[in-house]
């Protein structure tokens, strides 16, 4: 029961992160944009790359903090569902140049970004 718990704080953690991230990209950005579900996504896989690097060279302990972290904060931290609507909206006004381009750059650089964190977390000792 602690776990669970705990996986729910770290959720709120993770939500509430996601959308200091956003508003600070949309404020930075002058109003609403992908940018900031984007940012998001990509770093979102970068630290669990990171945190799954960390835990496999037992840098980091793999039992219920990984899980804490992983499912709780970073769960509730990344938007893929968001990237996802993001997506599906632009198309349906249109927009399906920049509806493909964001979704195509997520899914590469995102690939990109979980080989670096965990590339990066596996040679940390």
């Keep these: 029961m602690e776990r669970v718990l705990l996986i729910g704080v770290a959720g709120a953690l993770g939500a509430i992160s996601r959308y200091a991230v956003q508003t600070a990209v949309n404020s930075l950005s002058g109003g609403p944009t992908v940018l900031g579900t ?3 996504n990509i770093s979102g896989a970068f630290l669990l790359g990171l945190l799954v690097g960390l835990s496999e060279n037992g ?3 793999t039992g219920p903090w990984r899980t804490v972290l992983g499912v709780g904060f970073l769960g509730a931290y990344t938007t893929f569902s968001t990237l996802m609507l993001d997506g599906t909206v632009r198309a349906e006004n249109g927009e399906m140049t920049s509806a493909l381009l964001n979704l195509s750059a ?3 650089i995102g690939l990109i970004a979980v080989y670096g964190g965990l590339t990066f977390g596996r040679a940390i000792d």
Aim: charged share 0%; hydrophobic share 80%; glycine share 0%.
């Design 59 to 61: 840098f980091l302990p």
């Design 106 to 108: 997520s899914v590469v």
């Design 38 to 40: 984007f940012l998001v």
